[in-house]
C-alpha cells in the first residue's frame, strides 16, 4: 500500500470512526426481519436511537424468559408495525424498540433506566434516550414511562394522546395523512433532511441499476456530481460515501467501464452505498404523497437540489449549475422531465459567477415546472391532490417575497426570494441534524468549501480521479488533507 493510500484509508478512517455505520446496517435488517420493533442492546442502543429520523421512540424494557412478556409482544408488534419499517402505515413518527434486560450483556443498560418490572415502556424524544438514563422521583425527565400500554389498543391511545394524533389500529397506508399541507408549514422541511438522503441514495441506485455510466462522457458527469455531493451534500454520511466513491473510482470503472454488482466485495460501484447501507430506507418524510405514486424521489430530487445551490460559494457556482445539469440529463430516468429541464439549462448563456445568481436560477425553474405541472394536472387529474403544485413561495411562507400580486402574475422581491431561500434550505433544512449534533463541524464546512474550489478547477483540466480523490478527502481527515495540499502542487494524472 502507497503512502498516498495510507493517507487517504487514515483519512476516511477517521471519518467513519466518528459515526455509526452499524447501527444503520442493524435498522435496515431489522427492517427486514418479521418482527418489526428493532432490537436494541448496549452496543447499538446510542446510535440507533441517535440515527432514526423518528421524532419519538418507545423503548420496552422486558426478559425473554418472563411469560407476560411473550403474551405482551403480539400487541407491542401490533403496534410497531403503523411505525416501523418501509411498509410502516406511518413512518418516521415513532421508532419502537425493545432491550432484552435477561441478556447479561445488557444489565448496565437497564439499570441506567431504573427497569422495575417486566414488561416496562418508556416514551420520550430518541435523543433523550442516548446516553440517557432514568430514576422514579425525576419530574423533570423528557422520558415517560407509558402507564396504560398494556394491549395495543390501549398504547396505541397512550400515544395518540401524547402526540395529538388519531392513529388506528386498522389504518392503512396513506390514512389520515397530512391533514395539512405542508405548503403553510415552515417546520416541516426539517424532515426533509432525510428525504435528501432518500433521494440520493435512490439516485445512485437508479445509475446502478440501469448501469447508467456509458460513456467517458457521462463518467465525467457522474463524477461531477459526486464531487458537489462530497463538498455540499448536508449529510455527513453522503458526503463521506461521495468521497468513498471518488477515491475508487478509477478502480470501479477503470476506462469508464464500471461494475454494477451488489457482491458485497469493495470492488463494484454496487459495494459502495453512497449515504451508508442504511439508506435508502423505503420511504419519504417530508415527500410522502397522499397516494402511493405522487412525490417521493422527484420531490427529494429537487429538496437535494436546491439544498446544494444554497451551500455552494459564487466561484463554485457555474461549476454546480453545469455539474447538476448533466446529472439530469444523463442520469434522470424520466425522459419529459430531462428535455424540460435540458432545454432551460441549455437557455443559460452566460456562465454564472454568483451564487446568488444560480439560488434563483434552481428555484425560478423548479416554479417554471410548477406552472406546467398546475395545467397539466388540473386537466389530467394526475396530481397528488393534497398537494396541489403551485407558485412557490406561496405569501403564507414568505410575505415578503411578493412585491405585488394579481391573478396573472407576481411580481417577486429576488432579495427577500434569496434570503428566504438561504435559510430555508440552508440551517431550518438541517435544523433537526443539528439537534441531534449529526451534521458537520463548522471546521469540516470551511473544508469542504474550500475543496470545490479545486472543484473549479477541475473542469479546466481533465478530470481525473485522483485529483477527485484529493477534492473528496480533504473534507474528512486532517492527513488526507495534508495529502491534498501536497497533492495540489503536483501535476493532475491526466485519463
Ligand atoms: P415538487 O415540485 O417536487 O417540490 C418539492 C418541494 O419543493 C415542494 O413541496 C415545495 O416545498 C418546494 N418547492 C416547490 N417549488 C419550489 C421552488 N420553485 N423553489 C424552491 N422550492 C420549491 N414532472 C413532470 O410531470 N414533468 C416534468 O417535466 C418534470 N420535470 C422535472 C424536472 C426535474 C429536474 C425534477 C427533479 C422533477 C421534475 N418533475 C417533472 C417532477 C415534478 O417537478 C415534481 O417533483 C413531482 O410532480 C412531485 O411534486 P411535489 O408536489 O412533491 O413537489
Same mark, same amino acid.
Given at each position: 500500500?502507497?503512502l498516498? +493510500?495510507?493517507?487517504?484509508?487514515a483519512g @476516511?478512517?477517521?471519518?467513519?470512526s466518528?459515526?455509526? #455505520? =452499524?447501527?444503520? $446496517?442493524?435498522? %435496515?435488517?431489522i427492517?427486514?426481519q418479521?418482527?418489526k420493533?428493532?432490537?436494541?442492546?448496549t452496543?447499538?442502543?446510542?446510535?440507533v436511537?441517535k440515527d432514526?429520523?423518528?421524532?419519538?421512540?418507545?423503548?420496552?424494557?422486558?426478559?425473554?424468559?418472563c411469560?407476560a412478556?411473550?403474551?405482551?409482544k403480539p +400487541?407491542?408488534?401490533k403496534?410497531a408495525? @403503523?411505525?416501523n419499517?418501509?411498509?410502516?402505515?406511518? #413512518? =418516521?413518527?415513532? $421508532?419502537?424498540? %425493545?432491550?432484552?434486560?435477561?441478556?447479561?450483556?445488557?444489565?448496565?443498560?437497564?439499570?441506567?433506566f431504573?427497569v422495575?418490572?417486566y414488561?416496562m415502556?418508556?416514551?420520550g424524544?430518541?435523543i433523550k434516550f442516548?446516553?440517557?438514563s432514568?430514576?422514579?422521583k425525576?419530574d423533570?425527565?423528557?422520558?415517560?414511562?407509558?402507564?396504560?400500554?398494556?394491549t395495543?389498543e390501549?398504547l396505541?391511545?397512550?400515544?395518540?394522546?401524547?402526540i395529538?394524533?388519531?392513529?388506528?389500529?386498522?389504518d392503512?397506508?396513506?390514512?389520515?395523512?397530512?391533514?395539512?399541507?405542508?405548503?403553510?408549514?415552515?417546520?416541516?422541511?426539517?424532515?426533509?433532511v432525510y428525504?435528501?438522503e432518500?433521494?440520493t441514495?435512490?439516485a445512485?441506485?437508479?445509475i446502478?441499476a440501469h448501469k447508467?455510466?456509458?460513456?467517458?462522457e457521462?463518467?465525467?458527469?457522474?463524477?461531477?456530481f459526486?464531487?458537489?455531493?462530497?463538498?455540499?451534500?448536508l449529510?455527513?454520511?453522503?458526503?463521506?460515501?461521495?468521497?468513498?466513491?471518488l477515491?475508487?473510482?478509477?478502480?470501479?470503472?477503470?476506462s469508464?467501464?464500471?461494475?454494477?454488482?451488489?457482491?458485497?466485495?469493495?470492488d463494484t460501484?454496487g459495494?459502495?452505498?453512497?449515504?451508508?447501507?442504511?439508506?435508502p430506507r423505503?420511504?419519504y418524510?417530508f415527500?410522502?404523497g397522499s397516494?402511493n405514486?405522487?412525490?417521493?424521489?422527484?420531490?427529494?430530487?429537487w429538496v437535494?437540489?436546491?439544498?446544494l445551490?444554497?451551500?455552494?460559494e459564487d466561484?463554485?457556482?457555474?461549476?454546480a449549475?453545469?455539474?447538476i445539469?448533466d446529472f439530469?440529463?444523463n442520469?434522470?430516468?424520466?425522459?419529459?422531465?430531462?428535455?424540460?429541464?435540458?432545454d432551460?439549462c441549455?437557455?443559460?448563456k452566460?456562465?454564472?459567477?454568483?451564487?446568488?445568481?444560480f439560488v434563483?436560477?434552481?428555484?425560478?425553474?423548479h416554479n417554471?415546472?410548477?406552472?406546467?405541472?398546475?395545467k397539466?394536472?388540473?386537466s389530467l387529474?394526475?396530481?397528488?391532490?393534497k398537494f396541489?403544485?403551485?407558485?412557490w413561495?406561496?405569501?403564507?411562507l414568505?410575505p415578503?417575497?411578493y412585491?405585488?400580486?394579481?391573478?396573472?402574475s407576481?411580481e417577486w422581491d429576488?432579495?427577500?426570494?434569496?434570503?428566504?431561500?438561504?435559510n430555508?434550505?440552508g440551517?431550518?433544512?438541517?435544523?433537526l441534524y443539528?439537534?441531534?449534533?449529526?451534521?458537520?463541524?463548522?471546521e469540516?464546512?470551511?473544508?469542504?468549501t474550500e475543496?470545490?474550489?479545486?472543484?473549479?478547477?477541475?473542469?479546466?483540466?481533465?478530470?481525473?480521479?485522483?485529483?477527485?480523490?484529493?477534492?473528496?478527502?480533504?473534507a474528512?481527515?486532517?492527513?488526507?488533507?495534508?495529502w491534498?495540499?501536497?497533492?495540489?502542487?503536483r501535476?493532475?494524472?491526466?485519463?
Amino acid at each position: 500500500m502507497s503512502l498516498v +493510500h495510507l493517507l487517504l484509508f487514515a483519512g @476516511l478512517v477517521i471519518a467513519a470512526s466518528s459515526s455509526s #455505520p =452499524g447501527s444503520r $446496517l442493524i435498522l %435496515r435488517e431489522i427492517a427486514d426481519q418479521k418482527d418489526k420493533a428493532v432490537e436494541l442492546n448496549t452496543t447499538n442502543f446510542d446510535s440507533v436511537l441517535k440515527d432514526t429520523p423518528a421524532k419519538y421512540a418507545v423503548v420496552e424494557f422486558f426478559a425473554h424468559w418472563c411469560p407476560a412478556c411473550r403474551n405482551y409482544k403480539p +400487541h407491542y408488534e401490533k403496534v410497531a408495525r @403503523l411505525f416501523n419499517g418501509p411498509d410502516a402505515i406511518h #413512518p =418516521g413518527i415513532v $421508532l419502537m424498540t %425493545r432491550v432484552d434486560c435477561a441478556m447479561k450483556t445488557n444489565t448496565n443498560l437497564c439499570d441506567k433506566f431504573s427497569v422495575s418490572h417486566y414488561p416496562m415502556l418508556f416514551w420520550g424524544p430518541p435523543i433523550k434516550f442516548v446516553s440517557g438514563s432514568w430514576e422514579p422521583k425525576k419530574d423533570k425527565s423528557e422520558i415517560l414511562v407509558i402507564d396504560d400500554g398494556r394491549t395495543a389498543e390501549r398504547l396505541l391511545n397512550w400515544i395518540n394522546k401524547q402526540i395529538g394524533s388519531s392513529y388506528g389500529l386498522d389504518d392503512q397506508k396513506f390514512e389520515n395523512e397530512h391533514a395539512l399541507s405542508n405548503i403553510t408549514n415552515y417546520n416541516q422541511i426539517s424532515q426533509a433532511v432525510y428525504d435528501v438522503e432518500e433521494a440520493t441514495a435512490e439516485a445512485f441506485d437508479i445509475i446502478l441499476a440501469h448501469k447508467a455510466i456509458k460513456s467517458s462522457e457521462t463518467g465525467a458527469s457522474f463524477i461531477r456530481f459526486i464531487q458537489l455531493l462530497a463538498a455540499h451534500h448536508l449529510s455527513r454520511r453522503c458526503r463521506r460515501g461521495a468521497a468513498e466513491i471518488l477515491v475508487n473510482y478509477d478502480d470501479l470503472c477503470p476506462s469508464g467501464n464500471c461494475s454494477y454488482e451488489k457482491s458485497g466485495g469493495n470492488d463494484t460501484l454496487g459495494n459502495f452505498p453512497i449515504c451508508g447501507k442504511d439508506v435508502p430506507r423505503g420511504y419519504y418524510m417530508f415527500c410522502r404523497g397522499s397516494k402511493n405514486d405522487t412525490r417521493g424521489f422527484s420531490c427529494g430530487l429537487w429538496v437535494l437540489m436546491h439544498s446544494l445551490s444554497v451551500r455552494i460559494e459564487d466561484g463554485e457556482s457555474h461549476f454546480a449549475f453545469t455539474a447538476i445539469c448533466d446529472f439530469v440529463n444523463n442520469f434522470f430516468m424520466c425522459d419529459e422531465c430531462r428535455l424540460h429541464f435540458n432545454d432551460m439549462c441549455l437557455s443559460v448563456k452566460t456562465p454564472f459567477k454568483k451564487a446568488r445568481d444560480f439560488v434563483l436560477w434552481v428555484w425560478s425553474t423548479h416554479n417554471k415546472v410548477n406552472e406546467r405541472l398546475m395545467k397539466d394536472e388540473a386537466s389530467l387529474g394526475t396530481g397528488d391532490p393534497k398537494f396541489p403544485k403551485i407558485i412557490w413561495p406561496p405569501k403564507e411562507l414568505c410575505p415578503l417575497c411578493y412585491l405585488s400580486s394579481n391573478q396573472k402574475s407576481i411580481e417577486w422581491d429576488h432579495d427577500h426570494v434569496y434570503k428566504f431561500l438561504k435559510n430555508y434550505y440552508g440551517p431550518k433544512l438541517v435544523s433537526l441534524y443539528k439537534e441531534k449534533s449529526v451534521s458537520g463541524s463548522k471546521e469540516e464546512t470551511v473544508a469542504a468549501t474550500e475543496d470545490l474550489t479545486v472543484a473549479t478547477n477541475a473542469l479546466v483540466v481533465p478530470i481525473g480521479a485522483a485529483l477527485a480523490i484529493a477534492i473528496a478527502s480533504c473534507a474528512f481527515g486532517a492527513l488526507a488533507c495534508y495529502w491534498r495540499t501536497q497533492q495540489k502542487n503536483r501535476k493532475p494524472r491526466r485519463r
